[in-house]
Each structure stands twice: as C-alpha cells, then as structure tokens.
C-alpha cells in the first residue's frame, strides 16, 4: 500500500469514527457561567427542582442531580414529592391569579421546606431535524470506487484493481449510490438549562446550559446530566460541604 493509499485509509476509518460519534446518543455541557462576587457557598438545604412535563422525566432528573451532590457532601434533595409545581402548572395557580400570586406561592413553598438554596432545571428548548440514512443493501452497485478513489468492496468478491483518482471510477460509484434506496429518521436535540440560586440573598450564583441528542435512556442520560453540572460547580468551587 502507497502512502497515499495509508492516509486515505487512515482518514476513512477517522471519518466513520466522527460519523458514528455524532449519530450517538449523547450528553454534552455547552456553556456555564458564575457568579464570582459569590463562591464557595455553604447551604444546610439545597433543593432540586426540574420543570418538564414528564413527571418520570422530573423524578430521573431531580434524583440523579440531589444523589451526585450528596456523593460529594452537599446536603441536596428532590423535590418531586414536597414541592410539586413542575408538570402541574393546573395545580399551581387559577387563571384569575396572576404572576404575583404564583410567585408568592413558590416562596411560601421554599421557606416551609427550608431550603437555603434551589437548583432549578428547565427544558430551554427542542429541535427535531430529519436526516437521510442511506440503504447500501440494495443491488444497485454500478461499480467503481468510494471516497478518494478508494476501492469499493462487493461482499463475497474480490476488491477490483481500479487506478486511484480515476474519474470514470468515481463517476460509477456515485452512479450507483444515487440509486440505492434508503429511509429518513429525525434526531430530537434537547437543551437544558441549569441555574443555581441562593435563596437568602436572592442571587443568582451559576448557570450552565446542555444538549441531549437522540435519548434512548432518560435515566442514564439522567446520570450523565448530574454528572456534568456538578462536576462544574465543584471545579469552579461554586458550592463546598
């Protein structure tokens, strides 16, 4: 094998490796800032709060954060069975109230459960987009090369001797691959956002925001979600035990 023929090789197997990553599942925090007026935070109570309309989706979430905060000698808990707003907005205010009246209840709610601080997690958003995957099962192979002129490989056949860089090998590969058939799935890109606020001084002391592509387990997404945020908070000594 010619060395041009080890960089295109090292480069395809590259490329699949990028192109598998991003079809994943997966966690990412995208951004976080803090409040530098104001670190290394010592609460006696620290409530989570998720706001989604998945009851299950707030209960994962809220124990996932609460469990890794203990982990790390924070006194955190959920709040799903003692404050429960998130998913019952019918339940929280009437239409004859207004703002005030839903923020004056939300307070009452804090002090009656003494928490000192609250990490509040909110869905900013989601995006669905749809992407074509193409079907190369089919028996619509014409012949030729792959990327680069690289030789394309039939299962069961021996890979053709084909000369790198010729257009008419490349010309019938890609002949044959706008034949083949395939299907569309749409990804659901999900962002978070996570703030951390200091219920005495009414300050906000950390934000940080995350995107979830394509979830199979809101549980184990869940785990990596809390293990993301704190770390954060931890390595910029935001909050200590």
């Not at 395809?12 to 990412?28: E, R, W």
């Not at 239409?95 to 804090?110: D, F, R």
């Not at 257009?167 to 002949?175: A, G, H």
């Amino acid at each position: 094998m010619n060395i041009n023929m080890k960089k295109i090789t090292r480069f395809l197997i590259l490329a699949s490796v990028i192109f598998v990553a991003a079809c994943s599942t997966s966690t990412k925090l995208i951004g976080s800032w803090q409040n530098k007026d104001h670190t290394q935070n010592h609460f006696d109570k620290l409530g989570v709060v998720a706001i989604t309309p998945s009851e299950s989706g707030r209960y994962l979430i809220e124990r996932a954060v609460a469990s890794n905060l203990k982990t790390k000698s924070i006194n955190a808990m959920p709040t799903y069975e003692v404050f429960p707003f998130a998913g019952r907005m019918g339940g929280v205010m009437s239409k004859s109230e207004n703002p005030e009246a839903l923020k004056a209840k939300i307070k009452s709610k804090v002090e009656e459960n003494k928490f000192d601080a609250l990490m509040i997690i909110s869905l900013l958003d989601q995006q669905k987009e749809q992407r074509y995957v193409q079907d190369y099962n089919s028996n619509y192979w014409m012949g030729g090369t792959g990327y680069y002129g690289t030789p394309m490989v039939v299962p069961g056949a021996a890979m053709m001797p084909v000369s790198y860089g010729a257009y008419y090998n490349y010309y019938s590969y890609n002949l044959g691959v706008a034949y083949e058939s395939g299907y569309y799935v749409e990804d659901v890109t999900y962002f978070l956002e996570c703030n951390l606020y200091d219920v005495v001084k009414e300050e906000l002391l950390w934000t940080a925001r995350t995107k979830s592509t394509n979830i199979k387990s809101v549980e184990e997404e869940a785990s990596k979600f809390a293990d993301m945020v704190v770390k954060d908070i931890i390595a910029k000594k935001v909050l200590v035990p």
